[in-house]
Nanobody, 123 residues
């Protein structure tokens, strides 16, 4: 069975850091683009960062310079290092995998989703 298990969320103060991890099972990780999305209640899911199977990287404008995505194909895992966190980064973060070329910020292009992990940035 396909599984994506996201972890690493939590409550931090502004300026602090968190690292999210997404361990995947049941599909050929290296053939997929992997991504992190986030969602606030009542809002659409938005792409935060994407790593394509070809090595292309995408970051949303408001996380550039603060977040870093890394995929470890040997471990079928993707990470999101988040530094200098801001209150507006508060959301549920989801990892996703899509059998697509390049990067896509459209959630519908992704085939598999993790369960989400809550990130709260508050003083």
């Amino acid at each position: 069975d396909v599984q994506l298990q996201a972890s690493g969320g939590g409550l931090v103060q502004p300026g602090e850091s968190l690292t999210l991890s997404c361990a995947t099972y049941g599909f050929t990780f290296g053939d997929f683009a992997v991504a992190w999305f986030r969602q606030l209640p009542g809002k659409e899911r938005e792409a935060v960062s994407i790593s394509s199977k070809e090595g292309r990287i995408y970051y949303a404008d408001d996380v550039k310079g603060r977040f870093t995505i890394a995929r470890e194909n040997a471990k079928n895992t993707v990470y999101l290092q988040m530094n200098n966190l801001k209150p507006e980064d508060t959301a549920v973060y989801y990892c996703a995998a899509g059998l697509i070329g390049g990067v896509s910020t459209v959630p519908g292009w992704y085939d598999y989703w993790g369960q989400g992990t809550q990130v709260t940035v508050s003083s």
